[in-house]
Nanobody, 114 residues
C-alpha cells in the first residue's frame, strides 16, 4: 500500500510563496492521478489541484494562475507550487491518491498572514 507524506507547509505573508511536496513510499508511476485538497477551519475539504500520470493538470478556480502542481515519477514525488498566497489560502493541505489506491497523507499546515 502506497503511503503519502506531505511537507513544506509553514507561515508566510500574503503575496509570498511556498512549495509543498508529497512523497510516496512506493512508485507513483502507475497512479493515474494525484490530487491536492485543503481544509480550512470550519470548512469542508475542497479539491485544489490534480495532476494526471501524463502531466495534465486541473485547478480550482480559486487557485488558477497562482498554484502549479507537477509530478516527478522518478522521485515518487508530487509538488504544489503556491504563489501570490492570500490569507484565504490558509488551511491544512493534503495529497490524495484516489481509489483504487485510496490513500491520504497526514496533511501540512499552510498559514498566510495579512
Amino acid at each position: 500500500q502506497v503511503q503519502l507524506v506531505e511537507s513544506g507547509g509553514g507561515l508566510v505573508q500574503a503575496g509570498g510563496s511556498l512549495r509543498l511536496s508529497c512523497a510516496a513510499s512506493g512508485s507513483i508511476f502507475s497512479i493515474d492521478a494525484i490530487d491536492w485538497y485543503r481544509q480550512a477551519p470550519g470548512k469542508q475539504r475542497e479539491l485544489v489541484a490534480m495532476v494526471m500520470d501524463g502531466g495534465t493538470t486541473k485547478y480550482a478556480d480559486s487557485v488558477k494562475g497562482r498554484f502549479t502542481t507537477s509530478r516527478d515519477n522518478a522521485k515518487n514525488t508530487v509538488y504544489l507550487q503556491m504563489n501570490s498566497l492570500k490569507p484565504e489560502d490558509t488551511a491544512v493541505y493534503y495529497c490524495n491518491a484516489p481509489p483504487p489506491i485510496g490513500t491520504w497523507g497526514q496533511g501540512t499546515q499552510v498559514t498566510v498572514s495579512s
